[in-house]
């Protein structure tokens, strides 16, 4: 049973940081390329950022670029994203997503529809 479980939402201040996680079990990560995608309230869910999955190509919105950074360990199966200068615009709930990362992924990272697999998500809110 493949689960992505999101952590380090919450509530900050403009300006702040967070980190948030994504813990994965039940798939063989090293073969998923890694995504997040956000979902403000009456909003569709729109990509912010992806990594392949050896880590060595990372892509972002233009929304965040300069301010979000995605990482990943393959030996936690983890990926991250550190998010500095948060703005009251980047309030949504934060999804980690995979697709497996065959030769198509460089064309898939950014549609959320092309995703295999879906964490529950993570509120995170910044107040101005």
């Known amino acids: 049973q493949v689960q992505l479980v999101e952590s380090g939402g919450g509530l900050v201040q403009a300006g702040d940081s967070l980190r948030l996680s994504c813990a994965t079990s039940?798939?063989?990560?090293?073969?998923?390329?890694m995504a997040w995608f956000r979902q403000a309230l009456g909003k569709e869910r729109e990509f912010v950022s992806a990594i392949n999955r050896d880590g060595t190509n990372t892509y972002y919105a233009d929304s965040v670029k300069g301010r979000f950074t995605i990482s990943r360990d393959n030996t936690k199966k983890t990926v991250y994203l550190q998010m500095n200068n948060l703005k009251p615009e980047d309030t949504a709930v934060y999804y980690c997503a995979a697709a497996l990362a065959g030769s198509r992924w460089y064309s898939i990272y950014s549609d959320p529809r092309a995703m295999n697999y879906y964490g529950k998500g993570t509120l995170v809110t910044v107040s101005s």
């Open positions: 039940g798939l063989t990560f090293n073969n998923y390329g």
